[in-house]
């Protein structure tokens, strides 16, 4: 089945913790990028990536990094959360990035 | 930017009435997306849009996309209970480059009561 997988689904954190949450695509999709939902705001670009090798910074990437050494994999590092990255994350994946996006069952991050 | 402008906000309609949800952007759209989120999951896709003037439909829901392909409607005909969520809709910019970012309007909460 083609899909996003993330992990984990749900994470509890403490502040400074640094913390990986996975996205691999099964569909050899070249452009990848993760995003963070908070109420009022709705769904913000954190980063992005083009294909393997080659990311870049979306609207709110303060706080995070990402690196893209296979074309399946894009992890979203958090080196050392604060409480206002408590959000629930989403990846997605698209065959070029003009069409055909597939989302993540999402990550839900509570930095405490 | 480009932003998208969704309304209502909120919707709260009476099982098997039909309803219609709205998405306007400032600039020229490249493609426009509708999604459903059922309250913090995922995004289940429902539709893409193109070409100007195009509609599409999956079971009891259609979006069209105008000419300008600059507003988009959504319209759920018979709602169901089922049919309860967040509906999202998302575009591409015109204008591509390097990142063809997916920006998303910021909902709308869809209650149906039996």
């Known amino acids: 089945e083609a899909q996003v997988t993330q992990n984990p689904r749900y994470l509890i954190t403490v502040t400074g913790k640094k913390l990986t949450v996975t996205c691999s695509q099964n569909?050899?999709?070249?452009?990848m990028s993760w995003y963070r939902q908070d109420p009022g705001l709705g769904l913000r670009q954190i980063y992005y990536s083009m294909n393997v090798e080659v990311t870049d910074k979306g609207d709110v990437p303060e706080g995070y990094k990402v690196s893209r050494k296979e074309k399946r994999n894009f992890p979203l590092i958090l080196e050392s959360p604060s409480p206002n990255q408590t959000s629930l994350y989403f990846c997605?994946?698209?065959?070029?990035?003009?069409?055909?996006?597939?989302f993540g069952s999402g990550t839900r991050l509570t930095v405490v | 930017s480009q932003e998208l402008e969704q309304s209502p906000q909120s919707l709260i309609v009476q099982e098997g009435k039909n309803l219609t949800i709205n998405c306007t952007s400032s600039k020229t759209l490249y493609g426009l997306y509708w999604y459903k989120q059922k309250y913090g999951e995922g995004l289940i896709f429902l539709m893409m849009l193109q070409k100007g003037g195009e509609e599409k439909s999956h079971e009891k829901i259609t979006a069209k996309l105008d000419e300008k392909k600059q507003q988009s409607s959504l319209h759920i005909t018979a709602s169901q209970p089922s049919h309860a969520g967040i509906y999202l809709c998302g575009a591409l910019p015109y204008s591509g480059g390097s990142n063809y970012k997916l920006t998303f309007g910021k909902g709308t909460l869809l209650t149906v009561n039996p």
């Open positions: 997605a994946s698209s065959p070029r990035g003009n069409y055909g996006y597939t």
């Open positions: 569909m050899n999709h070249e452009y």
